[in-house]
């Protein structure tokens, strides 16, 4: 009798904790991850070995492995002004956090430090319009504008001295989007909602 108890127990154990691994990996592939700020490219949004929330299911959430994104997901659109989480074009299994400056079908160019699009100064969102960009690599030479193909994005660094971004690398393809950072969690001092 106290031996079927025991086991019993054990069985009850495992299966909560299998319970709790399944949530656990359903909420980090499709809902929300933590990731940690590697360099200083996003300063002063983020400073280095800051820990932030990606919201997943905003942009529709991929399944892992097969690359499948699960467009019942797909709540919001990325848009202008955005900090993004994607998979690099250069190795996919480096993750970038970047902001977004330029949608599919747009034509940027970096000019005397500040962002044109499709020909005007971008004067809003204020997170960009604020940003010095310097002219650098094969897509933000100066005086060179660019086309962003259909279905990517063109990103860049806030802190655009200390960045490798679309200048460098060109487009981020939507298939790479991983998800929209929303909250520094870590460290407390420095925690809070992001805004665009």
Known sequence: MAEKKVKSQLREWVESILIALVIAVF???FIIQAFKIPS?????????????????????????????????????QPKRGDIIVFASPEDPKK??????????????????????INGKELTSPESIASVYYYNAGDYGREGTAVTVPQDCYFTLGDN??????SRYWGFVPKKNLIGKAVFIYWP?????IIKE
């Open 27 to 29: 909420i980090q592939t």
């Open 40 to 76: 200083g490219s996003m300063v002063p949004t983020f400073k280095i070995g800051d820990r932030i929330f990606v919201y997943k299911f905003l942009y529709s959430a991929r399944v892992p492995f097969i690359n499948l994104r699960l467009p019942i997901l797909d709540i919001k």
């Open 95 to 116: 993750d970038f956090v970047k902001r977004l400056i330029a949608l599919g079908g747009e034509t940027v160019e970096i000019k005397d430090g500040k962002i044109f």
């Open 160 to 165: 655009s001295a200390n960045s490798r971004d």
């Open 188 to 192: 407390l001092y420095r925690m809070k």
